[in-house]
């Protein structure tokens, strides 16, 4: 074993703290090619658990692994991660009982499993590996992380090691489909099913289609010309700027497949649609023959998991389909495989997040894989301005903390969808911005209701009179709360905290419960006062001198919904002296389940 630098070990003891990770104890590290080249190992960016058949076989504790279990393992970790990352270490919690140190763990831990005689395993044929110890810090308080580099081969230099655990930013994200169709009986187990649709896959070495509109790309598998100088260069710059996946491609000689749904045959025959669908990173140093090796072991890895989904969801009448995801905390996109039909509902799939939080080591304190949450779905193509924020220069409260909402929402405001609500709907669109982010933080798949919507809600509760649905009528921050508690109530229990009775010379003094709010909750807050609303999405506040400014977003604007136009008047930094002083606001401020 060899020890890398300062610099590297710190990266991993960064990855490698946190409650989530205390709780599972052993794991794998995941990386993306060095930007070091050579013979430098990979720069490590995320860590994963292991099963726990797996973390027996690496502490000793237990069998030997069989090819099954292995290659289960294999199959699970690469099919959540995106092609073009590799799995390049291990770390482990220490076990004072073993009788060895830190190192003596680290090289048993490496030693185990990168000799595992399989073929197709997340380390085989791997001639370095990282491998770091978790272990109690001596003084009490929190871990101590032991990192080394274990291999046969020649020591890395200095400038190599330094190189190991700085993360780089990916240049290109490519997302790829490949569909197969199988038909089965009823009968037909999950290793039926997988050689079939493994029949079908283009042979193993096959050539990547990249389908672009204006010049459709081949990339070959045997070429190590640079991916980021064979695709234009249009493509290229706009991945760079947008972090987005910008492109499709299809694998194998046919280009991309059609998209099959599932068709019941006549007698018991089923037709079995895996629509494999994989995200592929394309960074500076990635050639073509390393992308199209990457995505086909991806695929593969996919599609026994596709198989698996499949079989269950034969006699059910549920499609397996791969979701994307992007998950605060965690550096790289995941796909995961959910097996469902029309009638699925997120209550349906509770074990799978609750297992990949446990896989990726997240705290379960928020919902990161909801079917609302996914890359490619409804909620990830935004019809009005989506965090209009985000551009926003700094407040300008010189020493000041700044505390802001926390996740995406949409900007909802005056005479949107040709509806004519000015000077009175901006209570309404305050609402319709807080359920917008429910919905995209993955709480709730109802649709953001419309304001004759909300109004019967009122009336239904009984807290409006019959004539009020239809009517141009205020609401204030009692009522939207009325409305999200029955709106959410088959989803979720909604819980609120109202600040009432506050004058708008004594909203500073409010500062500190709103920095809390922000902190903990991260939710928009509704504040109403003299028929007038607004949300406020941070506050930036100097506790020792008291000076604060709230950070608003302005339901009054009536105008296109274009970034340029709204920040500064209609979403910026407000002092003081927006508020009037001699005006009683109400604040509504909505709390974050906890719930996955």
């Excluded at 890895?301 to 389909?321: C, F, H, N, P």
């Amino acid at each position: 074993p060899r020890r890398p630098s300062n610099m590297a070990s710190a990266a991993v003891s960064a990855l490698l703290t946190g409650r989530a990770v205390e709780e599972q104890g052993r794991g794998w590290l995941v990386g993306v090619p060095s930007a070091a080249g050579g013979s430098a190992v990979e720069e490590v960016v995320a860590c994963m658990a292991m099963s726990p058949t797996v973390a027996d076989a690496a502490r000793g504790t237990g069998p030997e692994l069989d090819a099954t279990t292995a290659a289960e393992e294999t199959a699970a970790v690469r099919a959540m991660l995106p092609a073009g990352t590799v799995v390049c270490g291990v770390w482990l919690k220490r076990d004072p009982t073993k009788g060895l140190d830190a190192e003596g763990q680290a090289l048993f831990a490496t030693k185990a499993l990168m000799q595992q005689p399989f073929e197709d395993w997340l380390l085989a044929g791997r001639k370095q590996c990282i491998s770091a110890i978790v272990d109690t810090n001596p003084d009490g308080e929190g871990t101590v992380v032991s990192a080394y580099v274990y291999g046969p081969s020649p020591a890395l230099s200095s400038a190599e090691l330094a190189e190991v655990c700085c993360s780089t930013e990916a240049s290109l994200r490519i997302r790829v489909k490949c569909n197969v169709a199988v038909t089965v009986t009823p009968d037909t187990d999950e290793q039926q099913l997988l050689a079939l649709a493994q029949a079908e896959l283009p042979e193993a070495g096959g050539a990547l289609h990249v389908c672009l509109e204006d010049a459709p790309v081949l990339l070959a598998p045997d070429s190590n010309d640079l991916v980021v100088k064979l695709l234009p260069k249009t493509v290229v710059a706009q991945g760079e700027a947008s972090g987005e996946v910008v492109t499709c491609a299809g694998f194998g000689q046919g280009g991309p497949a059609p998209v099959f749904s599932l068709v019941r045959q006549s007698g018991a025959r089923v037709t079995v649609p895996l629509a494999c669908d994989v995200i592929a990173l394309v960074y500076p140093t990635t050639t073509s023959s390393d992308l199209c090796a990457s995505i086909e072991s991806t695929i593969r890895a996919q599609l026994r998991v596709l198989a698996r989904a499949a079989v269950d969801g034969i006699k059910s009448k549920k499609t397996a389909v791969v979701r994307h995801f992007a998950p605060q905390g965690y550096p790289l996109p995941v796909a995961l495989v959910f097996s469902e039909n029309k009638s699925s509902s997120d209550d349906d799939f509770v074990d799978i997040r609750v297992a990949t939080h446990q896989r990726l080591c997240l705290a379960q304190d928020r919902p990161l894989f909801r079917r609302a949450k996914a890359l490619f779905g409804d909620t990830a193509k935004p019809d009005r301005l989506r965090n209009p924020h985000t551009t926003l220069a700094q407040s300008g409260v010189a020493g000041g903390v700044a505390c802001l909402v926390d996740g995406d929402y949409d900007y909802f405001h005056y005479m949107q969808d040709k509806f004519d609500d000015k000077n009175w709907g901006c209570a309404y669109r305050s609402l319709q911005t807080i359920i917008s982010w429910y919905r995209l933080q993955g709480y709730s798949a109802k649709p953001v209701p419309t304001h004759h919507e909300v109004q019967k809600f009122l009336v239904d509760r009984g807290d409006k009179p019959a004539t009020f649905v239809g009517s141009r009528q205020w609401i204030g921050s009692f009522e939207m709360a009325y409305v999200l508690q029955d709106l959410f109530q088959d989803e979720f229990e909604f819980e609120y905290k109202v600040l009432p009775q506050i004058m708008g010379a004594d909203l500073p003094l409010k500062a500190r419960e709103l920095m809390r709010h922000f902190s903990t909750n991260g939710s928009p807050v509704m504040i109403g006062g003299n028929d007038l609303a607004h949300t406020i999405l941070g506050v930036d506040f100097n506790e020792s001198l008291g000076t604060v400014k709230w950070l608003i977003l302005d339901p009054h604007y009536i105008g296109p919904d274009e970034v340029k136009s709204v920040q500064g008047k209609w979403c910026g930094w407000k002092g003081p002296d927006f508020w009037k002083a001699n005006t009683t606001y109400n604040l509504m401020l909505p709390c974050r389940p906890q719930l996955i």
